[in-house]
T-cell receptor, first 115, second 115 residues
Framework: DSGVTQTPKHLITATGQRVTLRCSPR?????VYWYQQSLDQGLQFLIQ???????AKGNILERFSAQQFPDLHSELNLSSLELGDSALYFC??????????????FGEGSWLTVV | AQTVTQSQPEMSVQEAETVTLSCTYD???????LFWYKQPPSRQMILVIR??????QNATENRFSVNFQKAAKSFSLKISDSQLGDAAMYFC????????????FGTGTRLKVLA
């Protein structure tokens, strides 16, 4: 158990809909990362937050948005869903952006299926 | 921009034998961190081993060790006494020691362990 909690674990929804994925980082971790992994693909970096502020942005679509709240949990919002958005969405956390040598720990992921 | 390349999409190893997975990266930075993550069929991302670029000594974790060649920008993973439970997708990752601290992952190598 990495200590990173993601909900829901599985989600099936229709095209055009909107969903919210939630992540609780490990206790004490300030930084949260979101990754997308399509079937048999690598990990695509979406976005990173540090202590409530956006720190880095990757290949995140305009239909997607995220935020990190004062209690450090994070939410990834996916809207106007398309079939191609079906993927495993990972959240990961680490202690601090400035803490050299830190390692990110992954949650178990949220499986999103768009039908 | 930094890149991580895993040129072996798939590898096979006989149980109890040794296998080496390759990873090369491109960066102009001198200080960074390198990681190997394992993703078994459960799809959870599990940290295998970590290497700090400023350390010349290669990291080891039980049956897992790395061959870190900084000048060649190479970071291979050696698995000794391979076990059936080692069968998984293995991802190499790079993280800068400064800047955005974004983690960059390779495309992965699928390891099959033959009984």
């Amino acid at each position: 158990d990495s200590g990173v909690t993601q909900t829901p674990k599985h989600l099936i929804t229709a095209t055009g809909q909107r969903v919210t994925l939630r992540c609780s980082p490990r206790s004490g971790d300030l930084s949260v990362y979101w990754y997308q992994q399509s079937l048999d693909q690598g990990l695509q970096f979406l976005i990173q937050y540090y202590n409530g502020e956006e720190r880095a942005k990757g290949n995140i679509l305009e239909r997607f948005s995220a935020q990190q709240f004062p209690d450090l949990h994070s939410e990834l919002n996916l809207s106007s869903l398309e079939l191609g958005d079906s993927a495993l969405y990972f959240c990961a956390s680490s202690v601090s952006v400035g803490d050299s040598g830190n390692t990110i720990y992954f949650g178990e992921g949220s499986w999103l299926t768009v039908v | 921009a930094q890149t991580v390349t895993q040129s072996q999409p798939e590898m096979s190893v006989q149980e109890a034998e040794t296998v080496t997975l390759s990873c090369t990266y491109d960066t102009s930075e001198s200080d960074y961190y390198l990681f190997w993550y394992k993703q078994p069929p459960s799809r959870q991302m599990i940290l295998v081993i970590r290497q700090e670029a400023y350390k010349q000594q290669n990291a080891t974790e039980n049956r897992f060790s790395v061959n870190f060649q900084k000048a060649a920008k190479s970071f291979s993973l050696k698995i000794s006494d391979s076990q059936l439970g080692d069968a998984a997708m293995y991802f190499c990752a790079y993280r800068s020691a400064s800047g955005t601290y974004k983690y960059i992952f390779g495309t992965g190598t699928r390891l099959k362990v033959l009984a």
